[in-house]
């Protein structure tokens, strides 16, 4: 949930990975997640030196990546296997059921009455049924985590003029969240699946980067003073976010 690093080339190796200068960086490291490798370096290192030390480093970075892709496989799914009648959709923290009904309209249409997934399916679709219910639910969930996350920029910004020039909402396979150099704010989707707080956490934290471009004591003093409970909320993502990252 860092601003989000400047990408850097590296047309040398066949592994694609981006350079993150730090200050506070005493040396090189890689840092392997899914669907992303970065490299952490010193400013003054020059960039031949840094790609020469992922090239002599290719080996252990495939043994990473193999590791970081198998624990993702061993994290079961929150979502169903399939979209039919009866099925469990995770949303804000909870498994909702889906009851799909059909319809003679010509669209797809998704209801939410607060206790079930109301899914209006028209029956001329009938052959393509469970992955057009997920692509619609996901289009729809992605408007409700928009419409949350401007409530909750509402609520957070006045407080110590934490003004993003503009919200994203995006889907993203590594990030909960980005605060970018002009103060635009990118967040992923998939919170949506989260608990409510767990969202307003990490969306306070990328207002709090507004202020500080780091995470320094003052960066975390913002944040608790806008949410006091944050920790938990940082411990729940820990323990929980490879499970939402699968996504629907």
């Keep these: 949930m860092k601003p989000r690093p400047n990408a850097s080339p590296a047309d040398d190796v066949l592994i694609a990975y981006q350079i993150r200068r730090s200050g506070r960086a005493q040396k090189t490291r890689i840092v392997v997640s899914a669907g992303k490798i970065e490299v952490v370096a010193p400013l003054t290192i020059p960039e031949q ?52 009904k059909p319809t003679s309209a010509n669209r797809l249409r998704v209801q939410f009455t607060g206790e079930r997934f109301m899914v209006y399916f028209p029956e001329a679709m009938a052959d393509s049924g469970s992955e057009r219910i997920k692509t619609t639910l996901e289009s729809w969930m992605k408007l409700q985590a928009r419409q949350l996350a401007e409530q909750w920029i509402d609520k957070h910004s006045p407080t110590h003029r934490l003004v993003p020039r503009g919200l994203r ?8 969240g980005s605060c970018g150099p002009h103060n635009d704010i990118n967040l992923n989707w998939l919170l949506i699946l989260a608990p409510p707080p767990i969202m307003e956490y990490v969306l306070v934290h990328e ?4 202020r500080h471009k780091n995470h320094s004591r003052d960066f975390w003093q913002l944040v608790a003073a806008h949410l006091p409970d944050y920790l938990q909320h940082r411990q729940w993502l820990k323990q929980h976010g490879a499970g939402l990252m699968r996504g629907l």
């Design 49 to 100: 030196r840094i790609h020469a030390f992922v090239t002599a480093q290719q080996a252990w970075i495939r043994d990473a990546l193999n590791r970081v892709r198998q624990r993702a496989r061993n994290i079961p799914s929150l979502a169903p296997a399939v979209y039919t009648d009866g099925a469990l959709v995770p949303f804000q923290g909870r498994q909702v059921p889906l009851s799909v």
């Design 169 to 176: 909402i995006k889907t993203q396979k590594s990030r909960w």
């Design 207 to 210: 207002l709090c980067h507004i």
